[in-house]
T-cell receptor, first 117, second 116 residues
Framework: DAEITQSPRHKITETGRQVTLACHQT?????MFWYRQDLGHGLRLIHY???????NKGEVSDGYSVSRSNTEDLPLTLESAASSQTSVYFC????????????????FGPGTRLTVL | AQKVTQAQTEISVVEKEDVTLDCVYE???????LFWYKQPPSGELVFLIR??????QNEISGRYSWNFQKSTSSFNFTITASQVVDSAVYFC?????????????FGAGTTVTVRA
């Protein structure tokens, strides 16, 4: 069965360190998204990609970066981790083509709980 | 301005009671999509339903039903005869075809607690 996985599931790191969260999907979806979930803020979009070599900033992109070298993976990098980036991170994918095509619902990975000390 | 409003922060019911979750959205797009997701205590986000702006038919799936009304910009979700396993946070979300290029805007979520 197709799925979307995230690793690690839990991560503790120190302020200032670079951290990369992995996201891998086997749906063969063009679109991939990264969200963070915090109490009081719901789900907020960090970065997204509509295809290989395409990346875009979301509403809370400062301090984060992504790269898309293939269809299956969209790793999220925290350049220099800060305590404000302690959160639960969700990756999602969808098969839609963006504004030019049919949209499909997003399917989410299990999440990564990141703690920055 | 918030695009999706879930005014109910928490709802607590006794098992077998019905519970309705409100979702009000705001958009200027003529083509948009509405979604409901469930987040149980285990933390994963589970897709429940998608509704297109041009399809106002209500939908029923087992104990779940959805009432989409464009006239009031609402997409409400009812759980009939609730069970303990329905305890979760439920999110309503909006995707706007032109304004927001199909990204999702989530409501703040409603926490449903079903007591045995």
């Amino acid at each position: 069965d197709a799925e979307i996985t995230q690793s690690p599931r839990h991560k503790i790191t120190e302020t200032g360190r670079q951290v990369t969260l992995a996201c891998h999907q086997t749906w063969n979806h063009n679109n991939m998204f990264w969200y963070r979930q915090d109490l009081g803020h719901g789900l907020r979009l960090i970065h997204y990609s509509y295809g290989v070599q395409d990346t875009n900033k979301g509403e809370v992109s400062d301090g984060y970066s992504v790269s898309r070298s293939n269809t299956e993976d969209l790793p999220l990098t925290l350049e220099s981790a800060a305590s404000s980036q302690t959160s639960v991170y969700f990756c999602a994918s969808s098969g839609g083509q963006g504004a030019s095509g049919l949209y499909n619902e997003q399917f989410f990975g299990p999440g990564t709980r990141l703690t920055v000390l | 301005a918030q695009k999706v409003t879930q005014a109910q922060t928490e709802i607590s019911v006794v098992e077998k009671e019905d519970v309705t979750l409100d979702c009000v959205y705001e958009t200027r797009d003529t083509t948009y999509y509405l979604f409901w997701y469930k987040q149980p205590p285990s933390g994963e986000l589970v897709f429940l339903i998608r509704r297109n702006s041009f399809d106002e038919q209500n939908e029923i799936s087992g104990r779940y039903s959805w009432n989409f009304q464009k006239s009031t910009s609402s997409f409400n979700f009812t759980i009939t005869a609730s069970q303990v396993v329905d305890s979760a946070v439920y999110f309503c979300a909006l995707s706007e075809a032109f304004t927001n290029d199909y990204k999702l805007s989530f409501g703040a979520g409603t926490t449903v607690t079903v007591r045995a």
